[in-house]
């Protein structure tokens, strides 16, 4: 069955910081990955996808991921954070040819102004 | 368009209290899913569905029945309430391109408590 680990439960950064959030899953087949953001008392939204192709995906805010298949990795990342990334962070998987939609356990990022 | 819409936002249930939570999508998408968010655990799939008519049975199903009689409706069902399920809920809303899963869009989530 496929699983999605998330290492860093919680991270504080000062502006201006590089951030990177890690994320590994476990299946030995194709998958598509994803990470989500979710601002307090809101709802997820969509950072970026990895489906195929470039390992080095570009998202929204600044906000890239590579996806290692090796590593079985697609570590977040951002060159300098802001205040308003102040968030929880979920890295998704879905196993190609499956519909379950699997979530890890998010990451708190705090940034001090 | 409203996107994906979850009712009630808030309720507060008495053990052994039944209720159901209704999420209504507005995106003609055939994948439909329920998640409960709890602190330091994320979100664990409960059920979902990929078309009308049908389920599947997620990661933590046990106490939760659902159903998708209407494309655009997946609702939950908590026939007899635990403390245990208080959480928050979420329902989601996937869109497909041909049979793969792409982006989830979320409802503003659902918190309930049971005392």
């Known amino acids: 069955a496929q699983s999605v680990s998330q290492h860093n439960h919680h991270v504080i950064l000062s502006e201006a910081a590089s951030l990177e959030l890690g994320c590994n899953y476990s299946?030995?087949?194709?998958?598509?990955l994803f990470w989500y953001v979710q601002y307090p008392g809101q709802h997820l939204q969509l950072l970026l996808k990895?489906?195929?192709?470039?390992?080095l995906v570009k998202g929204i805010k600044g906000f890239e991921a590579e996806f290692i298949k090796s590593k079985f990795s697609f570590n977040l990342r951002k060159p300098s954070v802001q205040w308003s990334d102040t968030a929880e962070y979920f890295c998704?998987?879905?196993?190609?040819?499956?519909?379950?939609?699997?979530f890890g356990t998010g990451t708190r990022l705090k940034v001090l102004a | 368009n409203a996107g994906v819409t979850q009712t009630p936002k808030f309720r507060v249930l008495k053990t052994g209290q039944s209720m159901t939570l209704l999420c209504a999508q507005d995106?003609?998408?055939?994948?439909m899913y329920w998640y409960r968010q709890d602190p330091g655990m994320g979100l664990r799939l409960i059920h979902y569905?990929?078309?009308?008519?049908?389920?599947a049975k997620g990661e933590v199903p046990d106490g939760y029945n659902v159903s998708r009689l209407k494309k655009q409706n997946f609702l939950l069902g908590l026939e007899s309430a635990a403390p245990s399920q208080t959480s928050v809920y979420f329902c989601?809303?996937?869109?497909?391109?041909?049979?793969?899963?792409?982006?989830?869009?979320f409802g503003q989530g659902t918190r309930l408590t049971v005392v």
């Open positions: 569905s990929v078309g009308e008519g049908t389920t």
């Open positions: 299946y030995g087949g194709t998958v598509n």
């Open positions: 990895y489906f195929s192709g470039d390992p």
């Open positions: 998704a998987v879905n196993a190609i040819g499956t519909y379950k939609y699997i």
């Open positions: 995106m003609n998408h055939e994948y």
């Open positions: 989601a809303s996937i869109l497909d391109r041909r049979d793969r899963v792409t982006e989830a869009f």
